[in-house]
């Protein structure tokens, strides 16, 4: 079965710093990977994904996330934080010879943004 | 920009009380999911439907959850009776045709007293 860590539980940056979130995953072959974000009390709203090809994704809000096969990564990016990036984000792991749809999610870093 | 729409937002029972929650997916969405998010914790699968049929139900505590999606359109999910352990936020998402590309509903807040 397929497994998300988040090694970071909380990380705060000062607003205007580059900021990574680091993502592990385990899971037998190619698999597909999201990440999401999630204001206190609301849903989760998609940043971006990863099916195939081009290992760096573009995503919104200014977000990227490269896959690295060879160390089971995706990490997310951001070159300048802004204070409205507060909020708590998910990496997620797709299982696409398995179970079609289904995703499997990490326990979140909570991001803090420094004025 | 269409939304997957959840009622209540908030709930507050009393243990051994039976509750429930509904979800109204984005119109044309065959997959329908029912996550539960406990504190601290990232979303686990409950329920995953396509159409009107369960697809996944490998984790829902099938003694006292139930899940339906009678028209293969919106959904309930019920729990009874309800245990101070259900305390958690429910969330509904739905996709086109299980192609992962995920809308989330704002979820439901459940506090078990």
């Known amino acids: 079965a397929q497994s998300v860590t988040q090694p970071d539980i909380h990380i705060t940056v000062s607003e205007g710093a580059s900021l990574e979130l680091r993502c592990n995953y385990s899971?037998?072959?190619?698999?597909?990977l999201f990440w999401y974000v999630q204001s206190p009390g609301q849903g989760l709203q998609l940043l971006l994904k990863?099916?195939?090809?081009?290992?760096l994704v573009q995503g919104i809000k200014g977000f990227e996330a490269e896959f690295k096969r060879s160390q089971s990564s995706f990490n997310l990016r951001k070159p300048s934080v802004h204070w409205s990036d507060a909020a708590e984000y998910f990496c997620?792991?797709?299982?696409?010879?398995?179970?079609?749809?289904?995703?499997?999610f990490g326990d979140g870093t909570t991001l803090t943004v420094k004025p | 920009e269409a939304e997957v729409a959840q009622s209540p937002r908030y709930k507050i029972t009393e243990k051994s009380q039976a509750v429930a929650f509904w979800c109204d997916p984005i119109?044309?969405?065959?997959?329908l999911y029912w996550y539960r998010q406990i504190l601290g914790q990232g979303p686990e699968l409950l329920v995953q439907?396509?159409?009107?049929?369960?697809?996944?139900d490998s984790q829902l505590p099938k003694d006292r959850f139930s899940a339906e999606r009678l028209k293969g359109v919106d959904s309930t999910l019920k729990i009874q009776p309800a245990e101070l352990g259900d305390s958690a936020m429910y969330l509904c998402?739905?996709?086109?045709?299980?192609?992962?590309?995920?809308?989330f509903g704002s979820g439901t807040r459940l506090t078990v007293v």
């Open positions: 997620a792991v797709g299982a696409p010879d398995t179970n079609a749809g289904k995703s499997t």
């Open positions: 990863y099916f195939s090809g081009d290992t």
């Open positions: 998402a739905s996709s086109l045709d299980g192609d992962y590309g995920y809308t």
């Open positions: 899971y037998g072959a190619t698999p597909y």
């Open positions: 119109s044309g969405h065959a997959t």
């Open positions: 439907f396509q159409d009107e049929s369960v697809v996944d």
